[in-house]
């Protein structure tokens, strides 16, 4: 087992729920799921995408395991290891598992009057599954059937990577619905300091995949992490990188401080909606996308 029994206690307190007999893939109910439910507003996912939020399943195959420690992650990133040398739990596992812990987490709704019957009872059967709750999933060494896997069973899968593992990327056998890679800095010295790279060459592993992200036939997107003093500038240069990769989509989203980010970052480095509207339009102004839509409760714009 990756994680201490400590660590496991730790991280359920939050809300997270451990999937297999080596517990390095949990799911967690996403407060939006929660809001869906209540008929009290969606995940911009919803708005910008169609996936539906109350059916929406929020997982990662790789809680502990990633390889930066970026100063905005809102997880305890103490925990977190670089390499995968442990065993691993099958995909069908993890999924089932998954499904079933998210059902639990649920269950409390069904003694709620203000819930929404007929949502609640198409959230026990989730169609969206969203690989991005903690750590890197591409580190998972079954990730590619695990996409399949989902696929097999009708989901939808919005993926998201940090970019450094262009390797595993370029021979990824089963695209995702939709393929994030982040991208919250404008260079090599911005990343360096934000990003905090565990592992060598982390900046051109990451414009490695991005150079591969056209290549893909799913629906590609590049998450930009805003964060006050530290990556909101030099938009020409995020305007380069966005005309060579040419995603489908961009989202630029403030950074949010909550959970262990706390630690590391102040409530000034999270931007507001204004702050992140102006960021965007500064980036329109600079390559061929422009902004088609925002949620303004979830502080993101989206270019296209």
């Not at 939006?32 to 929020?58: A, D, M, P």
């Not at 442990?86 to 709704?109: H, M, S």
Request: charged content about 25%.
């Amino acid at each position: 087992m990756t994680l201490s029994e400590i660590e496991i206690k730790a991280l359920e307190k939050k809300g997270y729920r451990f999937a297999g007999d080596l517990k390095h893939a949990a799911a967690k109910v996403c407060h939006w799921t929660k809001k869906s439910l209540l008929n009290e507003g969606v995940c911009y996912k919803e708005k910008f995408y169609g996936i539906e939020s109350h059916r929406c399943l929020q997982m990662s195959p790789s809680i502990p395991f990633c390889h930066q420690k970026c100063s905005f992650c809102w997880r305890d990133i103490s925990i977190t290891k670089t390499e995968w040398n442990e065993d691993f739990d099958e995909p069908g596992r993890i999924i089932d598992d998954c499904i079933d812990l998210q059902r639990n987490l649920l269950c409390g709704f069904f003694g709620n009057s203000m819930a929404d019957k007929k949502k609640l009872k198409e959230s026990q059967d989730p169609k969206n599954a969203a690989i991005s709750l903690a750590g890197e999933p591409m580190l998972y060494p079954r990730i590619n059937d695990l996409i399949s896997e989902f696929k097999r069973r009708d989901f939808t899968t919005f993926l998201v990577t940090n970019g450094m593992t262009p390797s595993k990327l370029e021979n990824l056998e089963t695209e995702p619905t939709q393929l994030y890679i982040s991208l919250d800095a404008p260079n090599k010295e911005i990343y360096k300091d934000v990003c905090q790279p565990q592992i060598s060459g982390g900046w051109e592993r990451l414009n490695k995949s991005l150079d591969l992200l056209s290549s893909f036939d799913c629906r590609t997107v590049l998450r930009m992490t805003c964060v006050k003093d530290y990556n909101m500038i030099n938009p020409q240069e995020y305007a380069d990188i966005i005309t060579k990769t040419n995603p489908d989509f961009i989202e630029i989203k403030a950074y949010m401080y909550v959970g262990s980010s706390r630690d590391r970052l102040a409530l000034e480095n999270m931007p507001s909606n204004q702050d992140v509207f102006n960021f965007a339009e500064s980036i329109t102004e600079l390559c061929d996308y422009e902004i088609v839509n925002s949620a303004f409760e979830s502080r993101v714009i989206l270019l296209s």
